[in-house]
Every structure is written in C-alpha cells, then in structure tokens.
C-alpha cells in the first residue's frame, strides 16, 4: 500500500469552487498508480480535518493508495456515489471523478 503524503498531493487535483471552497479529484499520477480502480473506503466524511488526515483508501488492480488531505479545513460535501462507482476514478471527468470539496473556515 501506497501510504506518503507527497504521492497523495501528487495524486490529486485541486479547484477553487468559490471563495474559500476547494474541490479535490484524482489526477492522472493517481491513476498510473493504482491502476484501474476496484473499490473506494472513505476513512472520514464530515469535519474538520488537518493536512495530512485520510480521507480515501483507493484500491486498483496494481496498487493500493491511501489519500491524505493536502490542506486543512472543513468537510462541506463528498461525492458518494463513488463507492458505488468507483470507476468513475478512472475517468477525465472532473464532474464525476472528484471525491470532496472543502471549506477553509
């Protein structure tokens, strides 16, 4: 299992949504990574969080890939239909394959 701060930052991708409100997604290092993706454990869903916290366990058919949260704040809203459709990581598709948005308060 892959389990490093900096491979989680790496893996990830980051959108302002509106002030103070940042979206996270799974890049394209996330995916060579792990490879197709299998399945999806959250390890936290609401509350304050600190860089560094898990977030999501992504298991694909080479690697396994726990993400960390590159930044602090408050959890405002994950995408939950992830765990029923974990390809979707697999995909380009900023509007499915983003997994939290966070709020800087």
């Not at 860089?51 to 298991?59: E, M, N, R, S, Y």
Request: no cysteine; net charge negative.
């Amino acid at each position: 299992m892959i389990d490093r701060l900096e491979t989680s930052a790496d893996a990830l991708w980051l959108t302002p949504q509106a002030p103070g409100v940042v979206r996270l997604g799974f890049a394209d290092h996330g995916r060579q990574l792990v490879g197709p993706v299998q399945r999806l454990t959250w390890q936290t869903q609401t509350g304050h969080v600190r860089l560094g916290d898990p977030f999501l366990l992504v298991t694909g058919s080479k690697d396994t890939l726990m993400l960390r949260f590159p930044l602090a704040g408050r959890i405002k809203r994950i995408n939950a239909a992830l765990v029923d459709h974990p390809d979707r990581l697999d995909t380009h598709n900023d509007a499915l394959d983003w997994m939290v948005e966070l709020d800087d308060e």
